[in-house]
Every structure is written in C-alpha cells, then in structure tokens.
C-alpha cells in the first residue's frame, strides 16, 4: 500500500495513476487496509487526485474515496474533498462514471449529518441531475437525497430549494 501511495505521488502518468487507484480502492474493501491507507497519508494523496485533469483520474480517485469512506475516521479527512466532489459532478458530463462516482461518495459522506451542511449549497444540481439525468443517475440522487432529508435542518433546505 505504501508502494502504490508513493507511487501515485511519483508519477504523472494518467495510466499508471488509474491503476495504482484501482488497486488502492480494492484493497479499502478490508476495514484493516483503510486504516493502514489513512496513517500512511493515503487520503490526502488520492483527495489530491480530484484535480487532476485527466476525467478517468479522477474517478477512480472518487471510487477509491468512496471504498475508504467506510470508517467514520477517514471520512473525517475525506469530508474537506466535500466541495471539490460536489464540483466535479456539477461540471461532468449528465450520466457519466465521474458523475456517478462522485454521487456514490456524496453518498457514502451522507449517511450520517456530520457533513450535510457542506452539501446544501449544491441541492439545487442534485434536482437538476434528477430531472435530467438517466435511470443510473436518478437512483443514486435519490439515495444522496434521502439521506439529506434525514436531518430537519438540511430538510428545510430540500423544501426551498429552487428546482
């Protein structure tokens, strides 16, 4: 995992940053490896990757994110990527895996209302994406959407929202 993490670092080589992401996101599958990707700096390495250039960096990126947001831990450090996630599904194109990755992480950061407030400057992109976007697309809003209107405060929010 060390490896992988310098290695990302090392390299601008989109190819070889996507499958260094692939594997770093696979192995946050076990709960041990997230803590280990965390101490060894590895959230702030992938975070960083969100404003690479390259879309599929970035995905994979956000995938991994999403695989290390399973420790509540690491969503503590993950929850300052909030804004630049919510910027990347606002300018992706409609349907793609970008946008789709980013809302599974939204998602993921959404489960409890630690980080609600951090989203709610963006409900408004999550209607629009709703009313727009594919079956795909609509059913992952939907989650992030019900999570949101777990919490009264961010539900006043989804009520005014502009749609």
Not at 56 to 62: G, S, W
Not at 101 to 113: D, F, H, I, K, P
């Amino acid at each position: 995992l060390q490896k992988l993490i310098h290695l990302l670092q090392a390299t601008n080589d989109p190819l070889i940053q996507e499958q260094a992401l692939i594997t770093l996101s696979n192995s946050a599958a076990f709960s041990a490896n997230q803590d280990i990707i965390r101490n060894l700096d590895g959230l702030s390495v992938i975070g960083g990757m969100l404003s690479d250039c390259a879309p599929k960096v970035k995905e994979k990126a956000l995938n991994a994110l999403n695989n290390l947001s399973m420790n509540i831990k690491n969503q503590e450090e993950i929850q300052v990527y909030i804004m630049q996630v919510c910027q990347n599904i606002e300018s992706a194109p409609l349907d793609s895996d970008l946008q789709l990755a980013g809302l599974r992480l939204l998602t993921n950061m959404s489960v409890t209302s630690d980080y609600h407030h951090k989203m709610i400057t963006k409900i408004p992109c999550f209607f629009h994406l709703l009313s727009e976007g594919s079956e795909r697309t609509q059913i992952q809003v939907l989650k992030l959407l019900v999570n949101l209107s777990a919490n009264p405060t961010t539900m006043k929010h989804l009520l005014r929202a502009q749609v």
